[in-house]
């Protein structure tokens, strides 16, 4: 059966009638097969052996997906494939996780090791995929393991990686804020990048994180401005947006006394606008006592590597740039953005209404620098009606006394349009000119008047507003104009234009005493018929006749007071009685009726026709806020000048030159020699501590990386070539001994999690540190003659003995040759612990006294519950139920649920049962048996399992009555999911060294979480820990020598994974638990359960 098409289009399918999709071959094809078999070809072809197929099938889905159609039900099939060896198909597959891994979050999880392990991949594209992938997995208990691949990813060699680390850090904020700090250690770390392709990035990043820690710009904003000009566009705006808050907050303002600019240095580059000079020097004389103004060499650095960015072919640069100097250049170097921003308007129709916004609000302030560009902004026919009508306001805003002629003979032919919006904001236009500009006032006003007799209403209408508000200016001299303007009430009926003639006739009654009273009857007539603004001009006039005509006007006043009174709109009920209060005197009337003349014919100041773009520049220019003229959101306002400069010399760092000339210099240093010549290494080194830029740890292969992101950079970013990869073990062998000579921080290895476990090993490899010392103290000695002596000292390192490596060894990025993972680790066979065996061990002198009952589970007593169904919800049937620790009889990977249903009715309860449980791919159920009856007020006890495959999703399912269906579902807390495991000391040590040494195929640091605590007072002793640890996770303990030490071990139970869990006591309070786990999820989650119960 053919689907509907309802149903097509909803699922994206490849039956959808409007473009089908044909397969691999005809019979194959999508047209072909029925809803229920779609997309079977695709499945099949990624199921194949071949990448051919794979390849193929990808293409066709990312083409799929490209297309607007929906893909997600191919998740598994596409999951499948994302260990792959085949680097095209991986790649396609990330591009489809990422799209995906947010709605799919349950099953992107369950991959969550594959990504680890493309986190280490030779490919830095797969690298780069891989983080995103994973910080699309919008769920907060992989947080630690985003946080740790963001370190990770922070000090790769690959700049494109570093820019996706910067790329990740506001999505993992946005999950968690919590990691704020441990964020901005990373943003602090990217901001010291030299390379291009990073900058804008992690300027981002600081930008969504922590916008006010200004002072980690200082020490990179000189390279910052250096950078810019070849950063990439998207970069350019946002570096941009941000110096010029910084700007703002750390230089004088350069306009407080702009006739003294002391920078003859300077003049010769910015010499365009001479006027200026010359009106600036005419100005000194009267400000030559004030203090000179010196603009800072870093404002000055930043005007001058921003302004050949006007040239670029982005408008958003050219935009951001002229924000920039709009709110930070001195006023007489502004002009040079007004060509810019005129080549701009030759743009698709988005951006001119973009960049017209901007030069209304420019063109208030700073008229002068758009007046040689006023024929730029003439309209044309095409235009759309936005982009006439922002026009108009520059070309309002550029009128002045020499040019008003022109203008208003444009705006004559503008008037003529068919465009009733254009032509009614001409109107406005010419109104505004003649309240600028005096000498063409009566002009404007007798052009206006003319086009009171046009055939439009809307003209007519809109031409009576902008009369009446020009009248109020001169009233005495234009009576005639009010007369002929009253008789247009017959005729005009926009309910703005016949209020604005009452409001007129009112007002100036005086100057026309026969023709208002006439009025006032005409509209007493219509008054119910009009609109409330209308009615509100009415009553007006009706009171200002009474004031200065009473005879003629008061019968009819008092009519229209009548009709106000009982008007459905209570705004005009309430002006026609308070009206009446004040006009016409009674006996009750206050002293306010005698000041009643003075109160509605008193002098109105005439209105002042401004700008709509006058306010708007305390929004900063090009941003979303100023377009809107409403503060949007993750808005930064602009700060304000400071009085008094900051300390300059916070931006003074001791950094190399970066000119293009020094880094061609390189580059011609690198072509003469070796690739990794370790001539390079002096240059390179002091770069780095010279720098701002060096971090809290240091990098072990900072030499390496600083070659690696300069050939990167020159190349293009390309992904790493056949060269590269030969010389991988060469540089593996160099970092070794690298690592291990004296002096290098250790935390490094404290944050990998590598831990040193036997005396003889350390032994070996402090001896192994000291001749790599003197190996390597040779080899910079040798590298400071000349570099054929360096290469020699580099073929001595690469042939040193292996006793150089005995230490404990770091493994790094570098170290990667083959990223398959190791073979599992044989559990011992006496795992799971019985009672009898308990009892047989306690004689031991190994075991702890305390075994016995921590291996055991908790008594019922003890055993949290958790309610299934509330009786409420379950009409007088509630059901309990918790987690008995048993093993459950049949299958050993099942989680035993005991169940305590009571019922609390006053009938019997048939045919207790579960039915249609609704489990995710993996997860299984073994029913309780069917329970017949139930009298009432008993309670029955059974058992059923279930089985998790390792995850705390929630098992759903109903309970079924005779009657009723009830919806419940169990979700297991992480301690639940496994069961202990019984091994001696060494065995513990054993398995802890394996997971935390995982060999090459997986990530170093990925198997081991650790948390510092602090335990309570209650919760210091031996018995209340063990209590609390066992309480919260089925695990058994382990004996340990150390008396501040605590061990436990447990396995998964559907993936029988090791989860070893230690916990060290230190000084007073203080203590560390560390969990060594191969899911990285279950052991995040445990430490968060076990931290809890311990804070209890």
Not at 430 to 443: E, L, M, Q, S, Y
Not at 466 to 477: D, E, Y
Not at 887 to 914: C, W, Y
Request: aromatic share 6%; hydrophobic share 35%; with cysteine.
């Amino acid at each position: 059966m053919a689907a509907s098409p309802a149903y097509g289009e909803d699922k994206g399918g490849s039956s959808s009638l409007g473009e089908p999709e044909y397969g691999h071959d005809p019979a194959s094809g999508g047209i072909f097969s029925s809803d229920y078999k779609r997309h079977d070809d695709l499945k099949e072809m990624l199921d194949s052996n071949k990448d051919s197929l794979k390849l193929e099938a990808m293409k066709r889905i990312v083409a799929m997906i490209a297309r607007g159609k929906n893909a997600s039900d191919l998740f598994p099939a596409v999951v499948k494939n994302v260990a792959c060896k085949n680097i095209e198909v991986k790649k396609l597959v990330y591009v489809y996780l990422v799209r995906y891994a947010e709605e799919q979050q349950d099953l992107a999880l369950l991959s969550i090791s594959t990504f680890q392990r493309g986190l280490k991949d030779p490919n830095q594209l797969i690298r780069a995929s891989a983080l995103r992938v994973l910080s699309s997995i919008r769920v907060p208990i992989i947080v630690p393991i985003m946080m740790l691949a963001i370190k990770e990813a922070a000090s790769d060699m690959s700049p494109y990686v570093r820019k996706t680390a910067a790329h990740a850090i506001p999505k993992l904020y946005s999950l968690d804020s919590d990691q704020k700090d441990q964020l901005i250690e990373v943003i602090e770390k990217l901001l010291a990048d030299k390379t291009t392709l990073v900058a804008g990035s992690v300027v981002m990043a600081f930008e969504e994180v922590c916008p006010e820690r200004i002072d980690l710009i200082h020490k990179n904003y000189r390279k910052l401005c250096n950078l810019l000009i070849d950063v990439e566009e998207w970069g350019q705006v946002v570096i941009i947006n941000m110096l010029t808050r910084y700007a703002r907050t750390q230089f004088l303002s350069p306009n407080q006394n702009e006739s003294l600019l002391e920078e003859s240095t300077e003049k010769a580059f910015y010499g365009s606008e001479e006027e200026d000079a010359k009106d600036a020097k005419a100005e000194a004389a009267p400000l030559a006592k004030r203090k000179p103004y010196v603009m800072d060499p870093d404002h000055r650095l930043l005007l001058r590597n921003t302004k050949p960015l006007l040239q670029s072919r982005n408008a958003a640069v050219v935009m951001a740039v002229a924000q920039l100097y709009f709110h930070l250049a001195p006023k007489a170097e502004v002009g040079v953005i007004a060509k810019a921003l005129v080549r701009l308007l030759r743009s698709h129709s988005e951006v001119q209404y973009v960049v017209l916004q901007n030069v209304a609000t420019m063109s208030i302030k700073r008229r002068g620098m758009f007046e040689p560009y006023l024929k730029s902004f003439y309209i044309r026919s095409t235009d759309p009606t936005q982009i006439k009508i922002l026009k108009l306001e520059v070309l309002t805003n550029l009128a002045n006394e020499t040019n008003i002629s022109t203008i208003l003979r444009e705006f004559q032919t503008y008037i003529r349009s068919m465009d009733k919006d254009f032509v009614a904001a001409t109107i406005q236009a010419i109104g505004r000119c003649a309240t600028n500009i005096g000498k063409v006032r009566d002009t404007c006003l007798n052009g206006l008047v003319q086009l009171l007799s046009n055939r439009d209403e809307l003209v007519v209408a809109e031409s009576v507003v902008v009369i009446k508000k020009l009248l109020q200016m001169q009233p005495a001299q234009h009576s005639e104009i009010i007369k002929h303007m009253a008789k247009l009430t017959d005729n005009i009926q926009v309910p703005m234009a016949r209020a604005s003639i009452l409001w007129l006739i009112g007002e100036y009654c005086e100057h026309v005493p026969k023709i208002a009273p006439d009025v006032l009857r005409k509209m007493a007539k219509s008054f119910t018929n009009e609109e409330d603004i209308v009615k509100l001009q009415v009553i007006n006039l009706a009171a200002k006749l009474y004031l200065t005509n009473s005879k003629q006007s008061k019968l009819l006043t008092q009519y229209v007071l009548n009709l106000a009174k009982y008007d459905q709109n209570y705004d005009i009920r309430d002006r026609a009685r308070f009206i009446r209060q004040l006009i016409v005197p009674t006996e009750k009337s206050g002293a306010l009726n005698k000041y009643a003349k003075k109160l509605f014919l008193a002098q109105k100041p005439a209105p002042i026709l401004e700008s709509s773009f006058k306010d708007r520049d305390h929004f900063q220019l090009g941003s979303l806020s100023h377009l809107l003229n409403a503060k949007a959101v993750g808005y930064q306002e602009l700060p304000d000048w400071p009085d008094e400069a900051p300390d300059p010399s916070v931006r003074n760092v001791e950094v190399p030159e970066w000119t293009k000339c020094t880094s061609r210099e390189k580059r011609k240093e690198k072509v003469e020699k070796p690739f990794y010549s370790d001539s390079e290494e002096p240059e390179s080194v002091s770069e780095e501590s010279g720098s701002s830029s060096s971090s809290s740890s240091s990098s072990s292969s900072s030499e390496e990386e600083e070659e690696e992101e300069d050939e990167e950079e020159g190349s293009g970013e390309q992904s790493e070539d056949k060269e590269e990869e030969e010389e991988r073990p060469k540089r593996k062998e160099k970092e070794g001994s690298r690592k291990a000579a004296p002096g290098s921080p250790s935390e490094e290895e404290e944050e990998d999690g590598v831990k040193k476990t036997k005396k003889k090993k350390a032994s070996q490899g402090r001896k192994g540190r000291t001749e790599t010392s003197s190996e390597e103290a040779s080899a910079s000695e040798s590298s400071s003659s000349d570099s054929e002596s360096g290469s020699e000292a580099e073929a001595k390192r690469r042939k040193a003995p292996p006793s150089s490596r005995a230490g404990p060894k770091e493994i790094s990025l570098l170290d990667l040759d083959d990223f398959t993972p190791p073979p599992p680790q044989p559990i011992p066979s006496s795992s799971i612990v019985s009672t009898s065996l308990v009892t047989d061990l306690e004689g031991l002198t190994l075991t702890d006294t305390s075994l016995a009952p921590a291996l055991l589970s908790p008594g019922l007593g003890a055993m949290r519950t958790y309610e299934l169904l509330h009786r409420m919800a379950g009409e007088g049937l509630s059901v309990e139920y918790c987690f008995s620790r048993r093993p459950f009889p049949g299958d050993p990977h099942m989680v035993a649920v005991q169940i305590h249903i009571s019922n609390n009715t006053d009938a019997e309860v048939k045919n207790l049962r579960v039915s249609e449980p609704k489990l995710l791919s993996g997860m299984r159920i073994q029913e309780f048996p069917e329970i017949e009856h139930l009298a009432p007020g008993d309670t029955a006890s059974v058992v059923m399992g279930i089985d998790f495959c390792d995850s705390t999703q929630a098992a759903n399912f109903q309970l079924c009555t005779h009657t009723r269906h009830f919806y419940v579902s169990i979700q297991p807390p992480v301690g639940e999911l496994m069961a202990p495991v019984f091994m001696s000391e060494n065995e513990f040590k054993k398995e802890q060294e394996h997971l935390a040494w995982p060999g090459e195929g997986k990530l170093t640091g990925m198997s081991e979480i650790t948390e510092k605590l602090t335990l309570p007072e209650k919760c210091r002793s031996d018995h209340a820990i063990v209590q609390q640890v066992t309480l919260a996770a089925n695990v058994g303990r382990v004996p340990c020598g150390a008396a501040n030490e605590y061990r436990f071990a447990a396995k998964t139970m559907t993936s029988g994974s090791l989860v070893l869990i230690t916990l060290e006591r230190r000084e007073g309070a203080a203590a560390q638990l560390t969990v060594n786990s191969e899911k990285m999820v279950i052991g995040t989650m445990l430490v968060k359960d076990i931290v809890q119960a311990l804070a209890q």
